[in-house]
């Protein structure tokens, strides 16, 4: 923690590695961001894609600080079953919270942590997608932390919410936590290429992937709402 950066708070890797008297706790630190990003206001900001990612490379240092398991598709399996877990509680969470809330965030003001655009734009994303949402949004960033809420505030039926958020978060943690284990393996054992070399690169990329689709989408939607307006005129 000496050589601490702010940068290091959107750093996957920063989370993997962090040690706390000598003690790896990295396990619990990316279940922790799981459960933040999916439940907490708090945790839109951050990583989640790169680092489910980055867990599957570094899946059998993570497990070790929670459980040795021998096999090594068991122990990457069974790292991504906490992931999924983790996530299952954050979104069960983000519900609850906006079915409590009602429609107070809608008419909370702006402040540094919280702006009302991002709950809006999840909102329209859930209106236009349902329950499919809650799909969706395991894979897009900021989205994925604000559309359990909106479930919630909806009322959206509990046990349909419930099918959908298991089913999302398994698909999101298997999928990235296997491609990047796996990924890492392939490249390793059959061409020498240690990904451990290109992290910077790795995080950029799956930025790119998850986000420009819907910067692009949103763009769209605006220009769309600008067109509407200026015909209305």
Known sequence: ME???????????????????GHQIGIY??????????GLLAGFFLP???????????????????VYIPNDFLNVC???????L?????????YWFGSKSGNYLFNKEDNWLFKKKYL????????RHGGRAIIFARFLPVIRTFVPIIAGVARMDIRRFMLFNVLSSIMWSFS???AGHYL????????????THYIEYIILIIIAITTVPFVVKLIKNRQEKKRKRAIQE
Not at 3 to 21: G, H, K, Q, S, T
Not at 52 to 66: D, K, N, P, R, V
Request: negative net charge.
């Open 120 to 127: 809006e734009e999840s909102r329209i994303f859930f209106e």
């Open 29 to 38: 630190v990316v279940l922790f961001i799981v459960f933040a990003e999916t």
């Open 78 to 84: 069974a790292l991504a079953g906490l992931v999924s």
């Open 3 to 21: 050589d601490f950066r702010w940068a290091d708070l959107i750093n996957p890797e920063f989370y993997i590695n962090l040690e706390i008297a």
């Open 176 to 178: 990235l936590i296997l």
């Open 184 to 195: 890492y393996k392939i490249l390793l054992d059959s061409y020498g290429f240690d990904l």
């Open 86 to 94: 983790a996530g299952i509680i954050g979104n069960s969470f983000g």
């Open 48 to 66: 989640g894609d790169s680092l489910l990612f980055l867990s599957g490379i570094y899946s059998t240092a993570l497990m070790a600080e929670f």
